[in-house]
């Protein structure tokens, strides 16, 4: 199948290992097919790229009990490894990755349809993600070679591994998303069991052998199967001590309800949001429209990080949706490789009757679509549709819609417009248009305790990864980027002595023979 020719699928993949112990084991039993939802046929049929295991609960207890023995209650290899041995198995593993972009690239292309320069983005950027966080786990480590003293105590002070984590990435970003949380869970000492998300679980095939070579046994464990059948289970044994997922509340909800002690729990969770754009009267329209296309219909609108609702003054509503509107249907379908694509295929095959059921609820109460391709639906897409005016009774105004329709509110009074805005669910981010210092000021002084990222004149977005990436309320829980990751995977731990001669000799001993892998104040370069 991965041939280099980007636009044809030779053979099918077979994905019939999977990663357990640091063996790549053989699965017998059922296989799930995997489909593209992209047609390269005259009449439209989707496409078989391969087939994956449906594993089932013994066998993913089994893999779990792997991590389980890996971590060994703090005293397994990994977690009492030194830092920078884990470092090394850590460029080991992204330089093995790096021989496998072409295969993986092809693969988000054709599993969930993202354009080749948005794919080879994607495959890029995880590869400077996981150097980025290499260099920042050096400098948590130098930071941490020191002692403090305070009140006659001497402390070592460092961070540690949580222990075991399950880690459930998603289908929009499956490599990026889903190794913003694996890579700094695995890095800081603990152990991982990973499930692919249902869309774009191939594309992980080429790397299993990748984590096979660069990591002791049991420290990544790769399972595939349905969420209900294996994720439950290995919650329910309670063995389970960071849930680690992107994707959408209702699944972090029932997953956590699982889990027999929840105060041991922790959360590292990436839920949806509802990301508004706010323009302002005095804004540059033309600026505001094309961050506000990228913003909403960026990879068809499927980002958590997505512009999902516009609003834009009274003053100016007319000008913005007139010519909004026409750049909309001046984007170019097609397939993920052909040059200038903007809009591609989308992976769920549910997804284009889903938006036109939120088109049509929103058309019954009162919203019309400005734009003349708005709605169109072919097997495999619908065109964004931009709806006008938006009320709060609409579905498409209260769900996240996750995909190419973008809704459009008129305002008048700003200050009616936080209030809305602070009514919301969601937190995540936002995007303010306007040059009125004195006008933006205020607003930002209040939205940044509404959401947690305020773009100016710019579209809401997650990178750089090395900036803080939550939310507040249903948004978000802990933080994500290459430094915050490192601490949300792990706890301040230290070794504390009273300052007397009898403990400073020992401290001493430890430090020259070197014996303790905890106990060090060496600087790594």
Known sequence: MLNTNLDTIDSLLHQNTYLDNGKLVNWDGKMDEVYSTISTSSEYKPTLLGTVPHMDEPTALAVLNSAVNAYDKGKGQWPTMRVKDRIECMKSFVEHMQTKRTEVVKLLMWEIGKTLPDSEKEFDRTVQYIYDTIDNYKQLDRDSAKFEKTDGINAHIRRGPLGLVLCLGPYNYPLNETFALLIPALIMGNTAVFKPAKFGVLLLSPLLEAFQKSFPAGVINVIYGRGREVAVPIMKTGKIDVLALIGHSTSAIALQDQHPYKN?????????????????????????????????????????????????????????????????????????????????????????????????????????????????????????????????????????????????????????????????????????????????????????????????????????????????????????????????????????????????????????????????????L
């Open 264 to 524: 041991r729990l922790r959360l590292i969770l990436g839920l949806e949001a509802k990301n508004p754009a706010i323009i302002l009267p005095d804004a540059d329209l033309d600026l505001a429209i094309e961050e506000c296309l990228n913003g909403s219909l960026s990879y068809n609108g499927q980002r958590c990080t997505a512009l999902k609702i516009i609003y834009v003054h009274d003053d100016i509503k007319d000008e913005f949706n007139k010519r909004f509107s026409k750049r909309v249907d001046e984007l170019k379908f097609g397939q993920p490789w052909e040059e200038g694509v903007k809009l591609t295929p989308l992976p769920e095959p549910n997804k284009p009757a889903y938006i036109k059921e939120l088109i049509e609820d929103a058309k019954e109460k009162g919203a019309k679509i400005l734009n003349k391709k708005g709605g169109t639906v072919t097997d495999n897409y619908i065109y964004p549709a931009v709806l006008y005016p938006v009320n709060e009774s609409m579905r498409v105004y209260q769900e996240e819609q996750f995909g190419p329709v973008v809704p459009i509110k008129s305002f008048n009074d700003i200050q009616e417009l936080l209030d809305e805005i602070a009514k919301s669910n969601y937190g995540q981010q936002v995007s303010l248009f306007g040059k009125n210092v004195d006008t933006l000021a205020p607003l930002i002084d209040v939205l940044v305790n509404l959401v947690c990222r305020v773009n100016l004149n710019s579209s809401c977005q997650r990178g750089p990864d090395v900036l803080p990436f939550t939310g507040r309320k249903d948004s978000a829980v802990g933080t994500l980027s290459v430094h915050d990751a490192l601490r949300s995977f792990s706890i301040r731990t230290f070794l504390a002595s009273k300052d007397n001669p009898h403990n400073n000799d020992i401290i001493r001993k430890l430090l020259e023979s070197k014996t303790s892998n905890f106990v060090s104040t060496d600087y790594l």
